[in-house]
């Protein structure tokens, strides 16, 4: 209510003062309610569409482990004989588009596997499943509960997206490791074997991946396919690790 002693002036002023406040109050908390939300892309070379549908324009594919921003848009392609949702996302470098929600999770961020290990159907030790996901294996991680983290993503071994709890101590969330193992992986499924040598050797070569926790595993396969005694030194008596095969 306004004041009495306010003349009318001045009551015209303190209503627009009021009116300008509340649009902003709405403004702000409209775009609280769009917040961007960091996601994963947990499939490689997903496919970014101009709109939601698979006939629409082709920009580009989304790597396995991205990080792209959810733009608080969804969409149905029902012109197909299985409806098929879409999300809204924008890439690293302002790129936007479409992709299959199934392909992206949201709220998560995105680890890769440095060992094998055991993964559970709910955050309890009674609940291990038969299952395990592998060394190098990228996934995005949804949460934390009580010394565990949720993580979804497909197994080297498996053939379709899976969700799971595990301890964390299982998992790097460095750039640098998520990157090595896509690349590793990549190489190593390469049937030539010169071409497989070439490509774990620009891994080896590249200063940005020399932190990385996988690198004695690319230059132990390097060593498998091409003996040199300039590896010879490289490991001490007794080294290992456990490599893909």
């Not at 460095?174 to 030539?192: N, Y």
């Amino acid at each position: 209510m306004f004041n009495q002693s306010l003349t009318p002036m001045k009551k015209i002023l303190y209503s627009s003062m009021l009116i300008l406040m509340s649009v902003c109050l709405f403004s702000c908390g409209s775009e609280s309610g769009k917040t961007n939300l960091g996601a994963v892309c947990i499939w490689d070379r997903v496919s970014l569409y101009d709109a939601p549908s698979d006939k629409a324009k082709w920009l580009t594919a989304v790597s396995l482990g991205e990080k792209v921003t959810f733009l608080n848009e969804t969409a149905i392609d029902s012109a197909v004989s299985k409806p098929v949702e879409y999300l809204k996302i924008k890439l690293l470098d302002g790129k936007t588009g479409w992709v299959r929600t199934d392909f992206v999770v949201l709220d998560a961020r995105p680890a890769v596997f440095i060992n094998d290990a055991n993964y559970y159907n709910r955050p309890d030790l009674m609940t291990k499943s038969n299952n395990t996901f592998s060394l190098m294996d990228i996934v995005a991680v949804k949460g934390d509960q009580d010394g565990w983290v949720e993580i979804k993503g497909k197994r080297s071994k498996g053939s379709w997206i899976e969700t799971g709890w595990i301890k964390p101590e299982n998992l790097s969330f460095e750039e640098v490791d998520l990157a090595v193992a896509k690349f590793t992986i990549a190489a190593l499924a390469l049937k030539d074997e010169a071409k497989k040598l070439e490509a774990l050797n620009e891994i080896a070569a590249n200063p940005d991946f020399s932190s990385s926790v996988f690198m004695q595993l690319v230059q132990e396969k390097i060593y498998e396919l091409q003996p040199d005694e300039e590896y010879e030194d490289y490991y001490d008596e007794g080294d290992s690790i456990e490599v893909v095969e």
